[in-house]
């Protein structure tokens, strides 16, 4: 196969021996940060497709994003950094009872690399120490991940109890991952929420976001 498709490949399957070299061979030829955009993801995506349908079983699934994580920390050291520094600061997490964070920590990666200081709680975090978290931290906007349907659901409590606990008009909430829609975001969470919240289909639009919270 051609060296990207080899790429892709290697996600799919899971496949870590010679990733270095081919991610190495890669980054001649192109930014790490399009590497991940237009192959690893793309990769994982097919995973998502896969295991969706029940063509791939759990513990290949893993695999996979051990691979993809193991690739984006090979790229990491290679991307960008702006001069930038303490542009704001967020607090990330992945929402309580789900352990997805291979999207979250792109976001950590993207604004981490544009001058944004992040606090990366780890995953199943529960508001408390999210909020925890915000306060001790005197951060500037909260972030939360969820890519379970039920994760949309904690979402929403969560925001009701940053609006109980008086704290919504403090801090701007960014919102992202696959089982969120803009018009879930924009319309149903926006309109009981009295600060502001922002749905980010990608790490980008959290970077565009994030600009525009800050400005
Ligand atoms: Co799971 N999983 N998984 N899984 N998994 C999904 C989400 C699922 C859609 C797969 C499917 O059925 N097609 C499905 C959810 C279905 C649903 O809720 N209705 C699912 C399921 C069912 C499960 C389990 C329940 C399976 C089981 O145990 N039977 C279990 C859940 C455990 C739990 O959470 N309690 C589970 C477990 C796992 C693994 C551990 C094996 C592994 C995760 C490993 C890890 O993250 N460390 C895994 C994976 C890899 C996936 C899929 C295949 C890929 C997710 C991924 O990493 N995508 C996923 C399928 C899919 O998403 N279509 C799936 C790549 C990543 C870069 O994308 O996270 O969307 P994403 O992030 C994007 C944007 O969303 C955005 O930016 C990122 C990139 O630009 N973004 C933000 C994300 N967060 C953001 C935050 C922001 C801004 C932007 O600001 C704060």
């Known amino acids: 196969l051609p060296l990207f498709d080899r790429l892709e490949r290697r996600i799919v399957d899971g496949e870590r021996e010679g990733l270095s070299s081919d991610l190495d061979a890669a980054m ?35 695999q ?10 090979h790229l990491e050291p290679h991307m960008e950094a702006a001069d930038a520094d303490g542009k704001g600061r967020i607090v990330l997490a992945t ?17 981490s690399n544009n001058g944004y ?18 306060e001790g931290e005197r951060a500037d906007v909260i972030g939360m991940s969820g890519l379970l349907v039920k994760s949309t659901v904690v979402m929403k409590d969560n925001l009701h109890e940053i609006t109980a606990r008086g704290l919504a008009e403090r801090y701007p909430v960014l919102l992202g991952g696959a089982a969120l829609t803009r018009a879930f975001v924009e ?3 926006a309109v009981t929420y009295p600060g502001q919240v922002h749905y980010a289909r990608d790490a980008f639009e959290g970077l565009r976001l994030m600009d525009d919270i800050m400005a």
């Open 64 to 73: 996979s994003a051990e691979v993809m994580k193991v690739a984006v920390s």
């Open 28 to 62: 001649e030829r192109t930014p790490p940060l399009a590497i991940i955009n237009d192959t690893l993801l793309s990769g994982m995506k097919t995973v998502g497709e896969l295991f969706g349908s029940g063509q791939m079983q759990l513990p290949f699934v893993l």
């Open 95 to 111: 929402v309580k009872g789900d352990v997805h964070d291979i999207g979250k920590n792109l976001v950590d990666i993207i604004l």
């Open 187 to 189: 319309t149903d969470l």
């Open 117 to 134: 200081d992040v606090v990366n709680l780890g995953i199943k975090q529960p508001i408390t120490s999210i909020l925890d978290a915000a």
